[in-house]
Each structure stands twice: as structure tokens, then as C-alpha cells.
């Protein structure tokens, strides 16, 4: 059952959009979390507890021990080959046809948004479900298998890695260079499941509302963008999405 609050943020927010014709989504943990997937720490239980995020996610961890970092992402990627995008997913899928420009920013890894239908998603953290060569960073060609104890080897005889940007690295300056151009082309950032902690992509909404935008948060809780958001709605993503897409295909019909 949707609360007054909720439905009054939920209607303003549709209006918004239904003045808008381009549009930006960024989204954050919060979105894959209603589909089951942990997030990174919470992900080290058990075994893996023992170990820091330098040990598992930095390309030194890799360099000392590239068995046990292949290991941690190879039983991360079963679940979360495992996992089905929930409805908030394809919500926003729906929606993207009823705007000119439709740009998912995600820094989740685990490709949920493509497998529920959207089209134009920049991962910028990248995909747990693709592998790159460790000394030369290109991608996996041909097949390579993910359930092994030992990194696979890539065709010039380095091993492969996770295609996820680890922590010290740069993201992708070509994905950074198109969510820019998509800020400042757009009307509407839609801000779904995201602390509002973790930069760059912490700073698209501040660029945004900068730039004039209107800014619309989707997030159970207060975050550090709360202040600067146009619309606050305080909702799960799956919820809210699910709702916001029906009251944006209402109210245009």
C-alpha cells in the first residue's frame, strides 16, 4: 500500500518526467540489492570474511594470489548469473521508449538492466560477466571458462581478470566522457538506489542540478543528495519504479 507522502512525491516526480524528454538515470546498489545480490561487503561471509578488499579487489591482490581474487568473483558471478531483474528494472525499460533520450549510468556490475530490456546503459564500474586481459586490459576474445580454480589464460598469454573496475583504478574515461554529454543534454536525473558516497558518479547529481537540471531521488532512506533533489521519494526501487512508470504511462495516455 503506497502512503500519502509516497503518492504525493510519486505524482510530482511523474510530473517531471512528463515534461521532460531526455532523460538520465543513475543507479546504485540499492537497485541490485531488491534482486538479491549483495553488495560487495556484504558479500565477504564466511570464508571470505577473512580477507580485505585489498586482497580481493586491487590488481596487487591479483598479482599476489590471482587464484583466490578469480575464486571470490567466480562464486560472486553464480549468484549473480543467478539473479532475475525485478520489476523496478523493468519498469524502467518501459519507460525508455516514451523519451527522446533514455541513458541508464549504473555503477552495479552484474548487468540486470540490459537483461531487463534497456538499451543504453553505461556500466561504469564495468560487468562481472565479461573477463579482459590483466597486462594488456583488452577484452576476452573467444570463450573462457568461469568455474575454474585458476584465472584462464587470454590469447597473448596473460590471465584474464574480471572486466570490473578494482579499487585504485580509473573508470573508463570514454564511459565518464558520455555520461557528461548525457547530463548536460538531459531535463530529468532520476537518482535510484545510490548512498550518494562513492565518486565520481556521487557528483553526476550535484553536475546536474548545476547545470539546471530537475533532480528526482529514489532511495528508502535520507542520503547526502536528499538536499539537493527536486522530488525525494522515500521507496525501494522496485517499488517506486513500478509505480512511477504506471502513473507516467497514465497520465500521457
Same mark, same amino acid.
Given at each position: 500500500?503506497?502512503?500519502?507522502?509516497?503518492?504525493?512525491?510519486?505524482?510530482?516526480?511523474?510530473?517531471?518526467? %512528463?515534461?521532460?524528454?531526455?532523460?538520465?538515470?543513475?543507479?546504485?546498489?540499492?537497485?541490485?540489492?531488491?534482486?538479491?545480490?549483495?553488495?560487495?561487503?556484504?558479500?565477504?561471509?564466511? !570464508?571470505?570474511?577473512?580477507?580485505?578488499?585489498?586482497?580481493?579487489?586491487?590488481?596487487?591482490?591479483?598479482?599476489?594470489? +590471482?587464484?583466490?581474487?578469480?575464486?571470490?568473483?567466480?562464486?560472486?558471478?553464480?549468484?549473480?548469473?543467478?539473479?532475475? +531483474?525485478?520489476?523496478?528494472?523493468?519498469?524502467?525499460?518501459?519507460?525508455?521508449?516514451?523519451? *527522446?533520450?533514455?541513458?541508464?549510468? =549504473?555503477?552495479?556490475?552484474?548487468?540486470?538492466?540490459?537483461?531487463?530490456?534497456?538499451?543504453?546503459?553505461?556500466?561504469?564500474?564495468?560487468?562481472?560477466?565479461?573477463?579482459?586481459?590483466?597486462?594488456?586490459?583488452?577484452?576476452?576474445?573467444?570463450?573462457?571458462?568461469?568455474?575454474?580454480?585458476?584465472?584462464?589464460?587470454?590469447?597473448?598469454?596473460?590471465? %584474464?581478470?574480471?572486466?570490473?573496475?578494482?579499487?585504485?583504478?580509473?573508470?573508463? +574515461?570514454?564511459? !565518464? *566522457?558520455?555520461?557528461?554529454?548525457?547530463?548536460?543534454?538531459?531535463?530529468?536525473?532520476?537518482?535510484?538506489?545510490?548512498?550518494?558516497?562513492?565518486?565520481?558518479?556521487?557528483?553526476? +547529481?550535484?553536475?546536474?542540478?548545476?547545470?539546471?537540471?530537475?533532480?528526482?531521488?529514489?532511495?528508502?532512506?535520507?542520503?547526502?543528495?536528499? =538536499?539537493?533533489? *527536486?522530488?525525494?521519494?522515500?521507496?525501494?526501487?522496485? *517499488?517506486?519504479?513500478?509505480?512511477?512508470?504506471?502513473?507516467?504511462?497514465?497520465?500521457?495516455?
Amino acid at each position: 500500500m503506497t502512503d500519502t507522502r509516497m503518492e504525493e512525491a510519486l505524482g510530482l516526480a511523474a510530473q517531471l518526467l %512528463l515534461a521532460a524528454r531526455d532523460v538520465v538515470v543513475t543507479t546504485g546498489a540499492g537497485m541490485s540489492k531488491e534482486s538479491g545480490i549483495a553488495t560487495f561487503r556484504d558479500a565477504q561471509t564466511g !570464508l571470505w570474511a577473512r580477507y580485505n578488499p585489498e586482497e580481493l579487489a586491487t590488481r596487487r591482490g591479483f598479482e599476489k594470489d +590471482p587464484a583466490l581474487v578469480w575464486t571470490w568473483y567466480a562464486e560472486r558471478r553464480a549468484l549473480i548469473e543467478r539473479a532475475e +531483474p525485478h520489476e523496478g528494472y523493468r519498469a524502467l525499460a518501459a519507460m525508455e521508449a516514451r523519451f *527522446d533520450s533514455f541513458v541508464v549510468l =549504473t555503477q552495479n556490475i552484474d548487468g540486470l538492466h540490459a537483461a531487463a530490456g534497456s538499451s543504453d546503459v553505461i556500466e561504469l564500474h564495468g560487468n562481472i560477466r565479461r573477463a579482459k586481459c590483466f597486462d594488456s586490459n583488452h577484452p576476452a576474445s573467444g570463450a573462457w571458462t568461469t568455474s575454474v580454480d585458476t584465472p584462464p589464460r587470454c590469447e597473448c598469454g596473460s590471465y %584474464l581478470r574480471p572486466d570490473v573496475v578494482w579499487f585504485g583504478e580509473m573508470l573508463d +574515461p570514454a564511459h !565518464l *566522457d558520455r555520461a557528461a554529454e548525457a547530463i548536460d543534454g538531459c531535463d530529468v536525473m532520476l537518482v535510484v538506489g545510490t548512498s550518494g558516497l562513492v565518486y565520481p558518479a556521487a557528483g553526476f +547529481p550535484e553536475a546536474a542540478k548545476h547545470a539546471g537540471k530537475m533532480v528526482i531521488e529514489i532511495n528508502p532512506e535520507p542520503t547526502p543528495l536528499s =538536499t539537493m533533489a *527536486d522530488v525525494s521519494v522515500r521507496s525501494g526501487a522496485r *517499488d517506486a519504479l513500478s509505480e512511477l512508470a504506471q502513473l507516467v504511462a497514465r497520465l500521457r495516455s
